[in-house]
């Protein structure tokens, strides 16, 4: 089991957080929308590829002025969608990358208000937080006060049903013995963990946030 404690980022950490996210959606929008005619002019190219061989085909078989024409104008509309599809590529990578000197800036700057917002939240809560954990040590302690008092009330029950007998010992034997009370230990690593605290519990909870 971990820490269920809910936790909501400070505003002026998420307000960074979000301006960054925000210049990030805006170049991924524009790259996108270059990206989207970059795939339109690439579908033209290949349209006016397949029109020009064919063009080809019709000047060969018969060159005339107008076939020659008519494959000369796709030559030029060939030439110039490859121009506009190596462009098209350039401006998206620049798209993307235009921003990055913001994009960095941003991040930097969030990173800032991030770091002092953590120094500020640990400080304002660490004297709580002791405060709750001697609390609990004390009411722990507490509770292993209990135990000292079951023993000692359960062997007084023991000692006084003798009447003040003499020889106590030779009443324990007449009646079997001395009654045995289960032991409890809570510092040995062999303990049952529900009862004792242990160095590794401390770690895990301490460190790590986990409860076995």
């Known amino acids: 089991m971990s820490g269920t404690n809910e936790f909501k980022l400070p505003k002026r950490v998420a307000d960074a957080i979000a301006e960054y996210q925000k210049h990030i959606a805006v170049g991924e929008a524009a790259a996108e929308r270059v990206r989207a005619?970059?795939?339109?002019?690439?579908?033209?190219?290949?349209?006016?590829?397949?029109e020009l061989e064919a063009a080809m085909d019709r000047t060969i078989a018969d060159p005339t002025p107008t076939?020659?024409?008519?494959?000369?104008?796709?030559?030029?509309?060939?030439?110039?969608l490859t121009m506009q599809v190596a462009g098209g590529v350039e401006r998206e990578q620049r798209a993307r990358q235009s921003g990055s000197g913001k994009e960095r800036e941003?991040?930097?700057?969030?990173?800032?208000?991030?770091?002092?917002?953590?120094?500020?939240?640990?400080?304002?809560?660490?004297?709580?937080?002791?405060?709750?954990?001697?609390?609990?040590k004390g009411a722990y302690l507490q509770s292993l006060v209990g135990y000292y008092d079951l023993q000692r009330n359960a062997n007084n029950i023991w000692r006084q049903s003798s009447m003040g007998a003499e020889n106590f010992d030779s009443?324990?034997?007449?009646?079997?013995?001395?009654?045995?009370?289960?032991?409890?230990?809570?510092?040995?690593?062999?303990?049952?963990?529900?009862?004792?605290?242990?160095?590794?519990e401390i770690r895990q909870a301490a460190g790590y946030g986990n409860i076995y």
């Open 37 to 50: 005619r970059n795939v339109e002019l690439t579908a033209e190219l290949s349209t006016a590829e397949a």
């Open 67 to 80: 076939n020659e024409r008519k494959e000369t104008e796709l030559r030029r509309k060939v030439a110039e």
């Open 106 to 136: 941003l991040r930097i700057a969030a990173a800032t208000i991030g770091k002092e917002e953590a120094v500020r939240y640990f400080d304002e809560n660490y004297d709580e937080v002791l405060e709750k954990i001697a609390a609990a």
């Open 171 to 200: 009443i324990a034997n007449a009646v079997g013995g001395h009654p045995n009370f289960r032991e409890k230990v809570f510092t040995n690593r062999l303990g049952a963990p529900n009862h004792g605290i242990f160095e590794d």
